[in-house]
């Protein structure tokens, strides 16, 4: 059963015993190095949560996968997921740690998702608004939803706060306005 406050309390974990071993940077590459591995071969994370699986054995076979592309810290932070039975949890304990790690520098993070590509100099321009308007530096996340059609919709990673300013969001507030109007 997933715990809903676990993810926070890993990160934030994580991200004090990278601090304490001064390797905050590595682990932090070592995650994303862990999120390729899992993107390429998804089985291994299945695998990972199989109860009847030793623990033993999925340890070994995370060593031998991932031997040399990430640091004793997340490695034995890893084997330590394996026995509190969390390996599925794992990219949102990655994604926990990230925002910690961003929060302790004071950077927020922030997704922004179009229809389309963003043009770089419109990226620019969004970054130094979204700079302005919260207040220090952010690490932004391009996304495509074609159920934007067009506009931008802006999510706040640290706070949860949205802004929405697509073509979707409008049509449907067009829709409720013309669903509740009187008919005379």
């Known amino acids: 059963m997933k715990e809903p406050n676990a993810p926070p309390r890993y990160g934030e974990a994580l991200l004090n015993v990278s601090e304490k071993e001064k390797a905050v940077e590595e682990v932090l590459e070592g995650t994303r190095a862990i999120r390729e591995v899992i993107a390429d071969q998804p089985q291994l994370l299945s695998f990972l949560n199989v109860p009847q699986i030793a623990n033993s054995k999925k340890k070994d076979v995370l060593n031998k996968v991932l031997e040399g592309q990430v640091q004793s810290v997340l490695m034995n932070f890893v084997c330590l997921l ?101 008919l005379n």
Not at 149 to 170: A, E, F, L, P
């Open 82 to 182: 394996v026995d509190r039975r969390r390996p599925e949890s794992l990219i949102e304990i990655f994604d926990a740690f990230e925002m910690a790690w961003d929060r302790s520098r004071g950077i927020h993070p922030v997704e922004v998702q179009t229809a389309i590509e963003m043009q770089k100099r419109l990226q620019t321009k969004l970054e130094k608004k979204l700079r302005e308007m919260c207040g220090g530096d952010v690490r932004v996340t391009y996304g495509l939803d074609e159920s934007v059609i067009g506009g931008v919709v802006i999510i706040r990673g640290d706070t949860g706060t949205d802004i929405d300013g697509s073509v979707r969001r409008s049509l449907e507030k067009l829709r409720d306005a013309l669903l509740s109007a009187p």
